[in-house]
């Protein structure tokens, strides 16, 4: 079976969020949980984007090295 060269520039790698973005994240994801099950208003109707936009922040810490 023939190896598969690796170039730098097809390679995708992931990096572990910082603590703070972290924190970040895990505290806007409570907000939408929170806000999902009581009501708070003009935010618990949005409360799964709320929740979408945690977890883009952890995915975005994840890409981009440094965040």
Do not use: D, E
Request: proline share 4%; charged share 10%; aromatic share 12%.
């Amino acid at each position: 079976m023939a190896k598969r060269r690796r170039s730098s520039s097809s390679s995708f790698r992931l990096n572990a969020p910082t603590q703070w973005l972290f924190v970040v994240a895990l505290l806007i994801a409570i907000f939408a949980i929170v806000a999902r099950y009581t009501v708070i208003p003009n935010v618990s109707p949005h409360a799964f984007w709320i929740g979408i936009v945690a977890y883009a922040v952890l995915a975005l810490g994840c890409v981009l090295k440094g965040l």
